[in-house]
């Protein structure tokens, strides 16, 4: 016999049924000392408490209210364009571009804070969307093409952001309060000047709503008249609104751009028109419980928190338990596999050119150097023999790192037919950096022993987390967004210790954007020993990932026990990001870009695409090794970072000269 689920407005219903209770839990006892009046009338300069509720709890908890509903429905209108689980209001990158915008504003023209800091963060933000939409336009605003080009613009941005603060810790370190969102209002004009565009952006999404549910036919809803590039930069454009007008009012509270659209499917919300009215309530519900559980805590404690990074600690746990409630209905259908691209009529010589341009610039990088003043000098004899211990040991770990980050990245893309796939997505570098973050704190000194140990283990312990949830997951796309929904709590709790502003938690802030400066022999050997197992178990298991290109129904009438082999492919992913992790930071940009920039140079098929996206890690890798010793002298920059800002711009001009896209095969 089968039961029906309960309505999705029930669920709504329920959820803001906490929410009330909450406040009035948080609430009640003030507002019942000073009186209901208080809501709706300016109480007394003399009354302190009325003064309080007047002008900052009830304020931020109506800004609360209305940055939920906007992010809620920004997220459901990316998801429902872009046809992806993983889509959010950082897919565009807004709120990297507009954390760059700020940075920048701060170390350079302080007088545009003075002038208007939300205009100086939203400047940001549709910068980096117009960027976006500039290359989108191109290919038709695809969905691929839109999450590709917003995930390396939110990619690049955030590594210079990231790259400023590291050259400029005193002046920027009031990022990480910015970055992690705060609702606190001291009057009613920050609600009453970001409602309005709430609003009005609100209406112009219900009058899509037509035409987003006939979105759903592909290319075939042209032929019902519906122009598909209007529609789909439309409702981006809504969409990216109003996440840059939200970011500008409190700073990033991302999280509940992927949570509520993804809730409001697990409850059943199907039709467009149920979850534009479902996904914004529940954002709205969820950051109304977040915000005044931490002015619970805060009152008992004395300590304040950023509301965004707690948004992911208490929201990924409620989204863990609707997901895996609700089983198989978190699918949603993506484009990738689309189109293809034509395959390069001669892969070898490509492979060959690829190798041996990566054989120069590991020479070129162990030879070349600069000289005590600053001058480039070719080092040879007994000079390049006392460098090679330095040199020699960090340049193969990165190269490893490489290639490691780069198989990882391709057998997530090939397994879940998903572009945004990534090691990022798994939590496992997220997990590593907690585990040294907790090593930090625990010991006085801690020695790179230390590190190591703490590392592994946080690793590991996400390892087996994602082996529990894989017996569960019932989908790819599911899986992913319980990866990054497990990544999303990691990166909140590392946030919410970075803000605290304690020397130790920021000591760390070197190695997270991927330092190879203490790299030695013994870790290069085990690192290139990994690399080398790595490539040979993926080519091992090129077969059976062919087969899951056409599906799980087509890899199971050919022999492959699905179940068991998504464990294991998951697992090799998770492993080979663990090590490089370990070795050179959680760098993600690698595992991203180096299986796209194989398939747009033509090698698309089976082991020609293992082995060029190997290869472009590898060589994107040693190029920014070796740029990040050199270009700063006598400082030393990040790897990850240079990798970063080296590959972004590579992967953005292959892709402007790519006329179609598609998934590897």
């Known amino acids: 016999m089968r039961h029906s689920s309960p309505h999705p407005l029930i669920w709504t219903c329920l959820l803001w049924c906490v929410a009330l209770g909450v406040t009035v839990l948080n609430l009640g006892p003030s507002i019942s000392n000073v009186g209901l009046s208080v809501v709706y009338s300016i109480p007394s300069p003399g009354d302190s408490q009325g003064v309080l509720m007047h002008y900052s709890l009830l304020p931020r908890l109506a800004m609360a209210c209305v940055c939920g509903f906007a992010l809620g429905l920004s997220g459901m209108l990316f998801q429902h364009v872009l046809r992806n689980p993983l889509a959010s209001p950082s897919t565009l990158g807004v709120e990297a571009g507009s954390q760059l915008a700020l940075g920048i504003a701060m170390l350079w023209f302080p007088a545009l804070l003075g002038w208007s800091r939300d205009a100086t963060t939203a400047l940001g933000g549709f910068a980096a969307m117009g960027i976006v939409f500039a290359v989108a336009w191109r290919f038709k605003f695809q969905p691929v093409a839109v999450i590709l080009t917003g995930l390396v613009m939110g990619l690049y941005c955030t590594a210079i952001v990231t790259l400023l603060m590291l050259m400029n810790d005193p002046y920027l370190a009031g990022l990480f309060i910015w970055g992690g ?183 070129i990088a162990v030879v070349l150097g600069r000289g005590v003043d600053g001058s480039w000098v070719s080092q040879t004899g007994a000079t390049l023999n006392s ?46 950096a907690f585990g040294l973050l907790c090593v930090s704190f625990m010991v006085a000194e801690p020695t790179y022993g230390h590190r190591l140990i703490g590392g592994f283990s946080g690793a590991a312990a996400v390892l087996a987390i994602l082996f529990a949830i894989s017996r569960i997951a019932q989908s790819g796309n599911q899986f992913l967004i319980l990866g990054v929904s497990l990544g999303a709590f990691l990166t909140a709790l590392i946030s919410v210790i970075l803000a605290s502003g304690d020397p130790r938690a920021l000591s760390l802030i070197s190695w997270m954007a991927g330092s190879t400066y203490g790299v030695g022999r ?139 896209q598609s998934m590897p095969r």
């Open 181 to 363: 969102g705060s609702l606190n209002q001291n009057d009613w004009r920050q609600v009453t000047g970001l409602f309005p565009k709430v609003a009005a952006c609100s209406v112009l999404a219900m009058l899509l709503v037509r035409q987003l549910s006939v979105l759903t036919l592909g290319e075939a809803a042209q032929t019902l008249g519906i122009k598909l590039q209007f529609v789909r930069s439309a409702s981006l454009f809504v969409a990216v609104a109003l996440t840059t007008f939200t970011i500008s009012a409190v700073g990033v509270i991302g999280f509940l751009g992927l949570a509520a659209p993804a809730i409001a499917r697990a409850t059943g919300a199907r039709r467009i028109k149920n979850r534009m009215i479902i996904a914004p309530l529940t954002g709205a519900a969820l950051l109304i419980i977040i915000d005044q559980l931490l002015q619970i805590y805060s009152a008992k404690t004395g300590s304040s928190l950023p509301t965004g990074a707690v948004t992911a600690l208490i929201g990924v746990p409620v989204l863990l338990i609707v997901i895996l409630r609700r089983g198989g209905s978190m699918q949603i259908t993506t484009s990738s596999r689309a189109t293809t691209i034509v395959p390069r009529t001669h892969p070898r010589s490509l492979l060959v050119v690829l190798a041996l341009l990566l054989v120069a610039v590991a020479s």
């Open 387 to 432: 460098l090679l211990p330095w040199r020699l040991p960090r340049l193969i770990a990165a190269i490893s790192a490489g290639i490691m980050l780069a198989l990882a990245g391709s057998l997530l893309q090939r397994l879940t037919g998903n572009s945004m796939a990534s090691p990022e997505v798994l939590g496992v570098s997220a997990g590593t």
């Open 522 to 660: 013994p870790l290069a050997l085990i690192s290139s020993g990994f690399a080398i197992v790595g490539l040979t178990a993926v080519m091992l298991l090129l077969r059976p990932l062919q087969q899951f290109a056409l599906g799980d129904m087509s890899a199971h009438s050919h022999g492959v026990d699905v179940r068991a082999f998504r464990i294991l492919i998951l697992g090799v992913a998770a492993m080979l990001t663990a090590i490089a992790t370990l070795i050179v930071g959680p760098l993600s940009f690698v595992g991203l870009i180096a299986p796209h920039m194989a398939q747009r140079l033509g090698l698309t098929r089976g082991l020609k695409h293992i082995l060029g996206s190997a290869l472009l890690g590898a060589l994107v890798m040693a190029i920014a090794d070796f740029t990040g010793r050199t270009i700063y002298f006598p400082w030393q920059l990040p790897t990850g970072l240079v990798a970063t800002l080296l590959g972004g711009p590579v992967f953005g001009v292959l892709m402007l000269h790519s006329k179609r």
